[in-house]
């Protein structure tokens, strides 16, 4: 691999702490909307005299996710440790802003670049990852995109950037897949010089 310059993250489930289950799957399942699309694309889908109404409960369930989130257990070392190496770092989020600034805030996690869906469309769209290599100035191979979904999988390989995993219990089949933060990091700094 070539020499790094920047990481990128996802937030759910891989800055902040995996939960048992699925906040996503409920709210699908709680508001009737089809479990294979993004909820955003399945509140698209009814009538127009219900959409704003999904909408503002979608921020309102974003944001109780935000204020009862955990931060990932090693996550604060390994974004210090890439701090130290002077390396950038970007978050990268289907999440709205307001819920995203708050779990940012609770947790005092600091990023280079934090983009939501309000900036670009939502994975596994790339956008938000073309976005923030636009930003940095970066090739793909220039950075390295850490997230915990199918979806964070599509975006990256959709522009050829690579990508890793931490692990969650709902990502058995994903790979490079990482326990630990910080297993994560001994292995970016030997394949990463």
Not at 26 to 47: A, M, N, V, Y
Not at 75 to 104: D, I, K, S, V, W
Not at 109 to 131: D, G, H, I, N, Q
Request: no cysteine; net charge negative; proline share 9%.
């Amino acid at each position: 691999m070539g020499r790094l310059k920047a990481v990128f993250f996802d937030l759910d489930d891989t800055v902040l702490a995996p939960r048992a289950t699925n906040p996503w799957a409920t709210f699908k399942q709680e508001h009737r909307l089809p479990s294979h699309l993004l909820i955003l694309d399945g509140i698209t889908l009814r009538p127009p005299h219900e959409q704003a109404e999904l909408h503002q409960r979608l921020l309102a369930y974003e944001q109780a996710l935000a204020a009862s989130s955990e931060v990932r257990e090693g996550m604060p070392e390994l974004l210090g440790a890439l701090a130290a190496l002077g390396l950038p770092t970007a978050l990268l989020t289907n999440n709205h802003r307001a819920a995203t600034e708050l779990a940012l805030q609770k947790h005092s996690l600091t990023f280079t670049l934090v983009l939501t869906r309000e900036e670009a469309p939502p994975k596994p769209s790339p956008a938000l990852l073309e976005r923030a290599l636009e930003h940095f100035g970066l090739q793909p191979h220039e950075a390295l995109y850490i997230g915990d979904s199918e979806g964070d999988l599509q975006a990256a390989q959709a522009i050829g950037l690579p990508v890793w995993f931490l692990a969650t219990p709902h990502n058995p089949a994903l790979r490079p897949r990482f326990e630990y933060p910080a297993e994560l990091l001994r292995s970016l700094m030997q394949d990463w010089r």
